[in-house]
């Protein structure tokens, strides 16, 4: 074996951690001046090896790489047909399978490893590091299932929590936000931003994108100061016992989406299932508008069309149907 193979297999076997030049070297009875060159040979192969000063090298392991093949074959599986696309960086999912609706009249869903202007409510940006999370935005393209799609948001939220704690299994379940952030231990994992389209002509909607934003994995440079009281992540300390956990999580998304679209007695099993999850029920929020002219109220439920049911502080009761709200620091 060349030294420089041997290099990355040491580098391997740290399991991403830092190792010294001079550790190298006296492991592989070379000198430092031949572990610098070999670094260099494994970089311009495509390793991504930091070099820094006083600490030596590590190995940049992705721990989990999504895996295209895998998610087509278990929807396959499953029956539900629809394209599935991927790319290792992009804009914005939600932007690439819009631009889809042009060319297809099929389903589908764009998944990226990352995303450099993802795209969050509100005209916000969601922070889309590389390999950390899982971006994906299903298309629902003019189907006749599209006739009913009316809660199509807090469903897709359904979907995504459920489909964390079945291959998760954590230690506490994901709860719901309304109207559809996933929240774990107090942070928020996951945003999802539906986009539709309707025809006047047409008996509904014509087409919905549907984007979702999981935070599984720590980032690399953590998060960006403006969020990291809010985001947070699933997954912490060894991650090697989550092989395939993003392409696993992602299947389950849409398996969970098309049943309750498409199975009336799973859909009505949806608002119980929110009910019991949202995390809202007794708190004190501020109702955000877009006007900075906000209120506040205290959360008595969730209405059977998922409207979040509050009591103002004058006594009278209201329910929101769409909007943002926060918890209330009071
Ligand atoms: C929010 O919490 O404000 C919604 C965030 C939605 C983020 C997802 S990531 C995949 C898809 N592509 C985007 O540009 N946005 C959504």
């Known amino acids: 074996m060349k030294t420089k193979d041997k290099v990355l297999e040491l580098l391997k076997s ?12 006296d492991e592989l009875h070379v000198t430092r001046a031949c572990v610098w060159k070999c670094i260099k040979a494994l970089i311009d192969e495509g390793n991504e090896v930091d070099a820094v000063t006083n600490k030596g090298y590590r190995l940049k392991v992705s721990p989990d790489d999504i895996d295209i093949e895998f998610i087509k074959k278990e929807l396959l599986d499953s029956n539900i047909s629809m394209d599935v696309v ?4 992009v804009t914005s999912t939600n932007d690439v399978a819009l631009s889809y609706v042009n060319s297809t009249e099929q389903n589908a869903v764009v998944i990226a490893n990352g995303q450099t202007n993802g795209k969050g409510r509100r005209g916000r940006n969601f922070y889309s590091p590389k390999a950390s999370g899982l971006y994906m935005s299903v298309l629902l393209n003019r189907g006749e299932r599209l006739k009913n799609t009316a809660n199509i948001t807090a469903i897709a939220a359904c979907a995504v929590s459920k489909a964390i704690d079945d291959c998760l299994k954590l230690e506490d379940k994901t709860r719901i936000k309304w109207v559809n952030d996933i929240f774990y231990k107090n942070k928020k994992v996951c945003g999802i931003l539906s986009e539709a389209h309707t025809l006047l002509e047409d008996d509904g909607l014509s087409y919905v994108v549907i984007g979702i934003g999981v935070n599984v994995f720590n980032p690399e440079n953590e998060f960006p100061k403006e969020i990291k009281d809010i985001a947070g992540n699933l997954i912490h300390g060894d991650v090697t016992q989550y092989e395939k956990i993003r392409s696993k999580i992602c299947v389950a998304i849409i398996r969970n989406l098309f049943e309750f679209i498409t199975d009336d007695e799973k859909r009505n099993k949806c608002l119980p299932y929110y009910r019991e999850k949202s995390m809202l029920d007794g708190s004190y929020i501020k109702i955000n508008s877009f006007n900075g002219d906000n209120k506040y109220a205290k ?22 149907t769409s909007g943002e709200v926060s918890v209330a620091k009071y």
């Open 14 to 25: 740290n399991s991403g951690e830092f190792l010294s030049g001079q550790n190298i070297a």
């Open 86 to 89: 991927y790319y290792d960086e």
């Open 299 to 320: 959360v008595i439920g969730i209405g059977d069309e998922y409207q979040l049911l509050v009591e103002y502080e004058n006594g009278t009761e209201g329910e929101l």
